[in-house]
């Protein structure tokens, strides 16, 4: 059993940066691959970005490759999404969610997710 808690939302202008945080409970958390997803208002969650267990590759989504970076901490059970160059469509709920199999964008496959964490981005 894993929790997740997101953090770190907030409102920003466009072209600005944020970091989210994502805290897991238990001492599993280095087993598993950490992914972030978000969902926009009236829109299907979207896959952002994928980073392995031990945090030595990762995979993101053409609409963020390039100013998004997935890092994560296992000693302190956190995986981080930092944003930058943000603009107005990168507006969502951020979620982040964890497997142990998955390599992508079907919600299905992962076991466990957070809560999420608004984040809007103003022009």
């Known amino acids: 059993q894993v929790q997740l808690v997101e953090s770190g939302g907030g409102l920003v202008q466009a072209g600005g940066s944020l970091r989210l945080s994502c805290a897991a409970s238990g001492r599993t958390f280095s087993t598993y691959r950490m992914a972030w997803f978000r969902q926009a208002p009236e829109k299907e969650r979207e896959f952002v970005g994928i980073i392995t267990s031990g945090g030595g590759s990762t995979y993101y989504a053409d609409s963020v490759k390039g100013r998004f970076t997935i890092s994560r901490d296992n000693a302190k059970n956190t995986v981080y999404l930092q944003m930058t160059s943000l603009k107005p469509e990168d507006t969502a709920v951020y979620f982040c969610?964890?497997?142990?199999?998955?390599?992508?964008?079907?919600?299905?496959?992962?076991?466990?997710w957070g809560q999420g964490t608004q984040v809007t981005v103003s022009s």
């Open positions: 969610a964890a497997t142990q199999t998955a390599w992508g964008s079907d919600m299905n496959a992962y076991d466990y």
